[in-house]
């Protein structure tokens, strides 16, 4: 089993998952997915919070911004997604997408553990 699959099973153990994907930020592809729905289709959450990522990172250039993003959180009337950057320098490269339940998660728990995961892969 790779890091990558371990790290996405470990995702999908997160109390209120819906899906999970590894996202290479220059594409906008998932490396690799797990859970989804019809409704939540992670190659398309992919693409667009790649979207939301390099915006942000603009945004910080823009600033002057001596600093790199710890994670994304964006917040629906149902769901969480969390997207978190991979990796020390963290400007580009990979980051994690994470789908939650917002009934069923337990969002400082979630963050908590999405970031030890990041921690520990290596791609």
Do not use: C, W
Request: aromatic share 2%; no cysteine; glycine share 12%.
């Amino acid at each position: 089993m790779s890091n990558l699959d371990v790290a996405l099973k470990d995702m999908m153990n997160i109390d209120g998952v819906l899906g999970a994907a590894v996202v290479d930020a220059s594409s906008g592809m998932a490396l690799g997915t797990a859970g989804g729905s019809r409704t939540l289709d992670l190659q398309i959450g992919a693409a667009g919070s790649t979207e939301v990522m390099r915006a942000k990172l603009r945004t910080i250039e823009q600033l002057g911004l001596n600093d790199g993003i710890e994670d994304i959180l964006i917040t629906l009337s149902g769901q969480y997604h969390i997207l978190r950057p991979l990796g020390a320098q963290r400007s580009n490269g990979l980051f994690l997408y994470l789908a939650l339940d917002r009934v069923r998660a337990n969002l400082a728990l979630a963050r908590h553990h999405l970031r030890k995961i990041g921690d520990e892969l290596e791609i």
